[in-house]
């Protein structure tokens, strides 16, 4: 996990282009985003769903949606400040969908992020309401938050953000997983299903949100499109593969938990080395998407490349 | 449960004003609704999900908000067309509240509207899923359908519904409601709370989202707001009385729930007959804040009587 107090250094980076330091960088948006969150939410009656929303919202994280929509958001001509809205909406909606995945009828997760689950502090009842507070609030935040948006623009975006998580994206994404859970022959197109829905979805709901509200030419749309899919799948190699390796204390949650619960994953089909080398091609896919946008593509590159480079 | 095959007598229907037949506006509302809520989700893969949504979004009901916010879009000079996609919103959002209401973790219900509930269908996992999916769906399609209608006007409409779902509205409605089962001495603004969040909010918001769509004046939309408050609490009395008075067969749900469960009632503080009588005043104030609109609110005022007509 990269945090301000924690960031990784930037050996870990390859082909980190120079004078670009992607660990500055990130534990600087990461505070831009925490405290937009923290300022989010605010504890009020009935505190106890207050309390567990914001429990889970803050506990940490990559942030990597938020960074991503507020990165192409700049990337296409627009600021921080009119992409800020959405980037916390996208953590509020990947917030909900783990404490929603980590519940006993789901995935069963007692720890998330080095923490106890929001289920087992609050109670199944109270995490499936956060879980739905979360989701909902997501939109009226966007919606009442945005400034220097053109109203259809930002229509549009309600409606990815919808998409991206509704029975078309992660939801569709989970249970495919579910269903997969324990059976003999997963394929590697169902696998990639999972992941195009489950991960990918939102990860390319972030990307382009964030291009939309500056308004981006369809031709950025694409090429973001693309860089958005390859991380994703990417991401989730990486995940899988560090699953296998990485201990319980680098993951911050259960680790060996797939092989546990004989879930299909990369490196069961493909082994750890293909996986990784898999994972690397993506990446360079992703990043020869950008190509054509030089210097201003820097930090989506050097997010590219992070997420092979990472160990948690 | 009103529908198309099983219309209530108009008998039933207090101060009925001459010339509209409230069973035939509503059976005809209720096709309209049913047939775009059949149109607006396609079975695809992953099947299972699909079909988990469309079980409990077509598994019957009064579609009450929809109603309420086709005919506050035409009070306001508005089209049922206009107002179509957003009133399907409105039902998919209940629906998932519904579905996330009887699961065992919270409500443990078995029946709804005669059915069994989604979770003893489809199980607990598939259920969450499955609203968490309407959930989101409602923005996406709400935003994507609606037409002629200013994108600005839309953002408010996502906006209200955000609102009146999250822990502002119904999620906290359910929150106070969870914590007060079992309690002493549930006081009567403690209840009210309850069923202004967890009935109200989307009940409100059915009857001004139907209005804002059509640009209603403010003062139309005050008149409204009163109007569903009062008809929210209504209802709410007259689903506690019900409770307790109505048979298994009536309600389509395990009747005398609430006092098997502890459940803090308006019965249990005011008894049937005086909580008879606030349900009658509720709906009496509903329909003076509509004074002012003559024959327009004809069926506004005529669903605020049926309201404490109705025996299921």
Tied chains: 1, 2.
Excluded at 141 to 147: D, E, G, P
Aim: charged share 20%; aromatic share 6%.
């Amino acid at each position: 996990m990269i945090s301000a107090e924690n960031p990784q250094t930037p050996s870990l980076v390859k082909d980190a282009p120079d004078g670009f330091l992607l660990p500055d960088y990130l534990s600087q948006r990461q505070q831009v985003v925490v405290e937009a969150l923290d300022a989010s939410i605010s504890v009020v009656y009935p505190e106890k769903i207050y309390e567990a929303m914001r429990y889970s919202l803050l506990a940490g994280g990559k942030r990597l949606r938020p960074i991503l929509c507020l990165a192409t958001c700049e990337l296409a001509g627009g600021t921080v400040e009119m992409a800020l809205p959405t980037a916390c909406a996208l953590e509020m909606v990947h917030t909900m969908s783990l404490i929603h995945d980590d519940l006993p009828a789901m995935d069963n997760d007692d720890y998330r992020r080095g923490k106890l689950t929001n289920h087992k502090v609050y109670g199944e009842d109270i995490a499936i309401l956060a879980g739905d507070g979360l989701l909902a609030y997501a939109f009226e935040f966007l919606t009442m938050q945005t400034q220097d948006v053109a109203p259809a623009r930002l229509l549009k975006v309600v409606a990815r953000l919808g998409h991206a998580v509704a029975a078309t994206g992660l939801v569709g994404g989970q249970v495919v997983d579910l269903e997969s859970e324990g059976a003999e022959d997963i394929t590697l197109s169902t696998l990639d299903f999972i992941h195009l829905h489950k991960t990918g979805a939102l990860l390319e709901a972030s990307v382009l949100s964030g291009a939309e509200l500056a308004d981006a030419p369809k031709k950025m749309l694409e090429h973001l499109s693309q860089y958005a899919r390859n991380i994703g799948l990417a991401f989730q190699i990486v995940d899988d593969v560090l699953d296998v390796t990485a201990t319980r204390e680098q993951l911050g949650k259960t680790a060996g938990k797939d092989l546990q619960s004989q879930k299909a994953t990369y490196p069961s089909l493909w082994g750890i080395e293909e996986s990784k080398q898999q994972a690397q091609r993506l990446v360079d896919e992703a990043k020869a998407a950008l190509a054509d946008y030089g210097e201003q593509a820097l930090p989506l590159m050097a997010i590219a490349d992070f997420i092979t480079a990472r160990q948690s």
